[in-house]
Every structure is written in structure tokens, then in C-alpha cells.
């Protein structure tokens, strides 16, 4: 196996390269910029491309969301679930057909409250990603049970805020960067505003953090103002004049001067924003149709309103991240769920058709992610801290109406003891037969990573590429 220390892509590129080189005794300025030279050459970006990350805080219950329909698993899955399971009955109106049928008649159907991204699905615009999952290296069961060396299990395996930081970054909390943060680092060069390669509309996220590549954030309305330096001060343009100056001028001390650059360049780019953001207002078309009192929503509804803008910014590769929380339910999971289901399939349904309508469904392609999935068994009104999960890819450049990876069975283990069955590791806590750096590899290449650059995008890897464990998933075209 080709085992690659995650902390090493955790430094700069820069420092990362130099000591590399130096160890060779190589003159460093000619072969750095040589080597930066090469990295640019390889990624291509002719067109515009945008990933969308949709992060499920809290680890969505994945047994709740991709729900075996047919009547053999379904009986199964009520067997186990109990009280939190879903009646065959309600899952008429979103259950899936795949352009090719699952084996053995396996078939699915999205949570009822999906109606609309049921419909992506069967149009063809949506897939799945079946069991994916943080994983060092492929995993039996066997080897899982080691726990050994020679077969690490990912770092902290059923915590929120690590496995959060896992699916991000492929290292736990405390790690500096992210896969789409990576992903930006190849891409800034091809924009006109490098700032805007990777741009949050939930806050702070390693995901989006790069050696070089900077996670912009915004508000669902548009860029942050800094008030002080926009419109008259007491009622003075004099005033604001002069801070303007003083924010923005150029200082002796190495601190302050630095300080004085990003304050200048936080200005300038919001101002850029809000000036491209301008022709396309949140209550004309087609960024009208998106659902009301759902945060997820106008948060898609202002990434569309970028994209729409992306000539106006000089933007040609964009990496967004938007989030919803309240998937932590190891109570009332039926309830809260529901009200979750309905407003992710709500707000993903309206962002396609904006991006539709503005032309650009095959270069925007959304995929959701969440902490981990959760344990098949039923703690009496919610389920527990699990591991793999199902997950949506929604775009004109999905392959859709399919499933991807393996479709496990639906079962309960222990976890003490051995067991034929490979796919979980105790209570319905699936073992991924898919890992989030296959995942995440199909939709860097389709946005233009090329294989040789995917090692410092994905530190893992180099661990995959088997016939059972592919780098591309194949759900791009």
C-alpha cells in the first residue's frame, strides 16, 4: 500500500516543494517556478466549471434517506429500524428508477418529504453515491477488527466535530486544510480575482482553506461590507475619505502593512461582488422560484446569483460550500428529518433549475456531504453515530437516474465477534465500500484536476485505483 502522511499536506506548498528540492541539492528558484509552471499547465480550464458543497451538519441518517423500497429489504429494514422506520406506503411518490436496475431487484426510494429531487433522479439529473465514507486504505471486516497498522481505520471514527474534519480535509480536527480548498490552489491562477476561486456562504470551513487558496465568505445576501469604509461617515464623505486612507496606506511595520493589504483587498473585493451582484438582483428570474423560510435555499439562491455573475468577476473554476445542521437526531428523528429532507430536496431542486435557466447545468454539479452516516438500529426515537452513508450528486454532468458503489444489505452485526457479513461493524454502522477520496477524486477530475495532480488534492489517494476500489466513481461524464 502506499501509505502518505496527511500532515505533510497540511503546509504551505511552498515550504512543502522547497525542502523536497533542497534535499536534492537542486538550485531552488529555477526548478520552483518550473514546477509551477508544470502545475499550471495541467489543469485546464477553458470553460467554466463550479462544485457545490452541501454539508449536512450533525450526520444525516442515511437508512432515512436512501430507503431500500423493494418488499424483501424493505420488510428487513422495518424488522430493524422499529418505530423510526418509514412505511413502504408513504414512498410511492420518490421511489427511483434507474436507467439500469439494480441486481437481485434491489430497488430505492428517496425520504417522502424528496419529492423534487426524487424527480431529478428519474429525469436524469441526479444519482447516488451508495455507502461512501472515510477511509485510509480498502477495509474488510476482518481487518477492521485488527485494527492494525498495516490497515488503519480514519482517525476517530463516530466524533462529529473529527469526522467532519475527515470528510473535509482526510485528518481530524486541527488540520489547517481542505480537498476543495487543494482543488482551489490549481484553479485561482485561471480567475481574474484569485479571492473568489473558493467562496463560503456558511461561515469558516477548513473545506475551502488551500496552501494558497483562501476561503472567501459571504452572507446569503451578498459580500460583507466593512461599514466604516462604505458610505459617509457621520453623514461626511471627508470622513470616510480619510479612513479609506488609513486603512488602505502603506505602513513601515511588516505587521500593520500586511493588515493594511488584506483590509484593502476585503474592500476591493467586496466591492466587486456587490457591483456584479447588482445586475442580478435575488427578486428577478430565475433566482425567484427558490423556496422561502429554508436558510439552505437562499444560500443556493446566492450561489446561483455568482455564477450568473462569473464573466462580470472574471471567473472561470469556482469551489462554493453551503450547509444545513440539525441531522444530529438521536431523537425525534422522524420528525426532525422530515423537515430537513424537505428543505435540502427543496432548495438542490430550485438551485438546478436556476442554474437551468442561466444556461450552465452540465458546469455546476452539487454533491451533499455530512459527518457520517448513522446506525441502522433504532435507540427508540432516533439512531446513533454510524459511518457510511448514501449521498446525491445533482447536475447536467452527472451521469443520473443510476446508482454508484455497492449496495449493502440490510443487517445488524456485532462488532465483537466475527461475522460473514463485510459490510457493517456493529448495530447497522456501515463499513464505506466506497471512500470519500474516491468521491471526491470523480468530481476533481471532472472539474479539471489532472491524475498527476490529484496526490496533492487527495493525500489517500494512492491508495485506491483497484478493480473494487476505483479512483473515478464514474458518475461524471
Not at 198 to 226: E, K, P, W
Not at 303 to 324: D, M
Not at 357 to 369: E, I, M, P, R, S
Request: with cysteine.
Amino acid at each position: 500500500m502506499n501509505f502518505i502522511d496527511p500532515e505533510k499536506h497540511t503546509r504551505r506548498a511552498f515550504l512543502r516543494r522547497a525542502g523536497q528540492l533542497a534535499f536534492t541539492g537542486t538550485a531552488l528558484p529555477t526548478v520552483m517556478n518550473l514546477a509551477a509552471i508544470g502545475e499550471a499547465a495541467a489543469f485546464n480550464a477553458t470553460d467554466y466549471k463550479a462544485l457545490v458543497c452541501v454539508f449536512l451538519f450533525g450526520g444525516n441518517d442515511y437508512a432515512n434517506t436512501v430507503i431500500n423500497y423493494d418488499a424483501t429489504s424493505h420488510a428487513q429494514y422495518t424488522a430493524i429500524r422499529g418505530g423510526i422506520a418509514i412505511p413502504r406506503a408513504s414512498l410511492a411518490a420518490t421511489a427511483l428508477n434507474p436507467t439500469t436496475p439494480l441486481p437481485d431487484g434491489k430497488q430505492y426510494a428517496l425520504h417522502p418529504s424528496m419529492t423534487g429531487l426524487a424527480n431529478l433522479f428519474n429525469t436524469g439529473a441526479a444519482a447516488v453515491q451508495l455507502n461512501v465514507g472515510p477511509l485510509v486504505v480498502p477495509l474488510t471486516r476482518q481487518q477492521y477488527n485488527s485494527n492494525s497498522a498495516a490497515n488503519p481505520r480514519p482517525p476517530k471514527l463516530f466524533s462529529h466535530n473529527d469526522q467532519q474534519s475527515v470528510w473535509m480535509t482526510s485528518a481530524p480536527e486541527g488540520t489547517t486544510t481542505g480537498w476543495g480548498g487543494h482543488v482551489g490552489d490549481l484553479a485561482r491562477s485561471h480567475n481574474t480575482n484569485s479571492v473568489l476561486s473558493c467562496i463560503s456562504v456558511a461561515g469558516n470551513t477548513v473545506f475551502l482553506s488551500g496552501d494558497q487558496a483562501l476561503s472567501y465568505q459571504v452572507s446569503s445576501n451578498g459580500a460583507v461590507r466593512i461599514n466604516c469604509l462604505n458610505g459617509n461617515v457621520y453623514g461626511s464623505a471627508a470622513v470616510r475619505a480619510a479612513l479609506v486612507d488609513i486603512a488602505m496606506q502603506t505602513r513601515g511595520h511588516a505587521l500593520e502593512n500586511e493588515y493594511n493589504l488584506v483590509t484593502a483587498r476585503a474592500y476591493g473585493t467586496e466591492g466587486a461582488v456587490t457591483n456584479a451582484l447588482n445586475a442580478f438582483p435575488a427578486n428577478s428570474a430565475p433566482f425567484t422560484n427558490f423556496p422561502a423560510n429554508n436558510g439552505l435555499a437562499s444560500q443556493l439562491r446566492l450561489v446561483a446569483r455568482l455564477i450568473a455573475a462569473r464573466n462580470q468577476l472574471g471567473s472561470k473554476r469556482q469551489v462554493f460550500f453551503v450547509s444545513l445542521g440539525g441531522f444530529d437526531l438521536h431523537d425525534n428523528l422522524l420528525g426532525g428529518q422530515a423537515t430537513n429532507m424537505e428543505r435540502l430536496s427543496s432548495a438542490l431542486t430550485a438551485f438546478h433549475q436556476a442554474t437551468v435557466d442561466l444556461g450552465v447545468a452540465d458546469k455546476v454539479t452539487a454533491f451533499t456531504a455530512s459527518d457520517f452516516g448513522r446506525t441502522l438500529t433504532s435507540n427508540g426515537d432516533g439512531s446513533d453515530h454510524g459511518w457510511g452513508s448514501h449521498h446525491l450528486m445533482v447536475g447536467g454532468a452527472v451521469r443520473g437516474a443510476a446508482f454508484y458503489g455497492k449496495a449493502p444489505p440490510v443487517s445488524v452485526t456485532n462488532s465483537n465477534v466475527d461475522s460473514f457479513d463485510q459490510w457493517h461493524v456493529g448495530q447497522g454502522r456501515l463499513l464505506p465500500s466506497t471512500s470519500v477520496t474516491q468521491y471526491a477524486a470523480t468530481l476533481a477530475r471532472w472539474f479539471g484536476v489532472d491524475p498527476g495532480e490529484l496526490g496533492q488534492v487527495l493525500p489517500y489517494v494512492g491508495n485506491f485505483g483497484s478493480v473494487d476500489y476505483p479512483v473515478d466513481m464514474g458518475f461524471m461524464a
